[in-house]
T-cell receptor, first 114, second 112 residues
Framework: NAGVTQTPKFRILKIGQSMTLQCAQD?????MYWYRQDPGMGLKLIYY???????DKGEVPNGYNVSRSTTEDFPLRLELAAPSQTSVYFC?????????????FGPGTRLTVT | AQRVTQPEKLLSVFKGAPVELKCNYS??????LFWYVQYSRQRLQLLLR??SRESIKGFTADLNKGETSFHLKKPFAQEEDSAMYYC??????????????FGKGTKLSVKP
């Protein structure tokens, strides 16, 4: 199993450009999450999904959109990129929201907006 | 408000010395608490969870509800313990059930 995969690994965007960060998992997990991590800060939840077709906002959703058309994929869309969105983005998945099931993380995407 | 505080950005110890990474939390109700670790060039992964009362790689963490703390301890640090450590709290109820709140992390450096 590849686990949670993310593409691209690195990206530089100009202000106002748009892009989609890809996330896929092959563990048949229902729950998927997008986090961002700014330098010196902890991870903050952007959006999450409890299953195909169901998404909800996390702590910092502004400037982002998500969709979940399949169990495996959970892309994150940035519209009109801004310098404040410079961050490392992590995707994660879990089988259940129960505490006994850990979240599995992807390797991250480092995004710079200039 | 729910919050996780890790007061130390960097903790540096010598090999064989005891290590304690501090974590304090603020949460209304009974929390589920975790320690996640990120080794160099590896992805973030679960180290241990308080409910399991387990010892992983020699690390233990005890939940102290009176002090609202969940400090991570190891009696004898090893060089391979060098990593970023994140304390995390999981929502237990409501629409956010299952979501994690992370602290800012502590970088542990174990010197030879």
């Amino acid at each position: 199993n590849a686990g949670v995969t993310q593409t691209p690994k690195f990206r530089i965007l100009k202000i106002g450009q748009s892009m989609t960060l890809q996330c896929a998992q092959d563990m048949n997990h229902n729950y998927m999450y997008w986090y961002r991590q700014d330098p010196g800060m902890g991870l903050k939840l952007i959006y999450y999904s409890v299953g195909a077709g169901i998404t909800d906002k996390g702590e910092v959703p502004n400037g982002y959109n998500v969709s979940r058309s399949t169990t495996e994929d959970f892309p994150l869309r940035l519209e009109l990129a801004a310098p404040s969105q410079t961050s490392v983005y992590f995707c994660a998945s879990s089988y259940s929201k129960d505490y006994r099931y850990e979240q599995y993380f992807g390797p991250g995407t480092r995004l710079t907006v200039t | 408000a729910q919050r996780v505080t890790q007061p130390e950005k960097l903790l540096s110890v010598f090999k064989g010395a005891p290590v304690e990474l501090k974590c304090n939390y603020s949460y209304s109700g009974s929390p589920e608490l975790f320690w996640y670790v990120q080794y160099s060039r590896q992805r973030l992964q679960l180290l241990l969870r308080h409910i399991s009362r387990e010892s992983i790689k020699g690390f233990t963490a005890d939940l102290n509800k009176g002090e609202t703390s969940f400090h991570l301890k190891k009696p004898f640090a090893q060089e391979e313990d060098s990593a970023m450590y994140y304390c995390a709290l999981q929502h237990r109820h409501g629409g956010s059930q299952g979501n994690l709140i992370f602290g800012k992390g502590t970088k542990l450096s174990v010197k030879p």
